[in-house]
């Protein structure tokens, strides 16, 4: 789950460069934090982070916008949740219309029952033949 202000920071130093490139946005935001509570402004938050992460630091913008985040008295590292549909939504209804489709005519393209469905046409290839178990067939 998502932690505030609660971690502990050390300076990377130059022989362990190759290491930041894992380092999540959750920990460039902790840094920022930290660095925010020795009370530092965002261009030496920027500077450090450039000097410490090398290519890996957030921009000079991003990280304005944290530390605007901070002095607002949010001191959450975790990215906010955003409205809107879920990027996988899909429920047992639409797979089984999708088995109904394919069953009713064995001809049918991936284009028509997105279209029919309202749905991407990767949506539907990646369903029929995840959760479907369906596969293309060729006749020679």
Excluded at 49 to 65: D, H, Q, V, Y
Aim: glycine share 4%.
């Amino acid at each position: 789950m998502c932690r505030t202000a609660s971690f502990s920071c050390y300076r990377i130093g130059k022989e362990t460069r190759q290491a930041t490139r894992a380092i999540s946005t959750t920990s460039r935001r902790e840094l920022s934090l930290f660095f925010f509570l020795q009370g530092k402004a965002p261009n030496e938050i920027h500077a450090i982070l450039i000097e410490t992460l090398g290519e890996n630091a957030p921009s000079s913008a991003t990280i304005k916008n944290w530390v605007a985040q901070f002095k607002r008295g949010d001191f959450s590292i975790c990215d906010a949740p955003r409205p809107g549909r879920h990027k996988t939504f899909i429920t047992p209804e639409i797979i089984e219309q999708i088995y109904e489709l394919n069953l009713e005519d064995c001809r049918i393209s991936t284009k028509s029952i997105a279209e029919q469905l309202c749905i991407s046409r990767e949506w539907v290839g990646s369903l029929s033949y995840e959760d479907l178990d369906m596969r293309k067939l060729s006749a020679q």
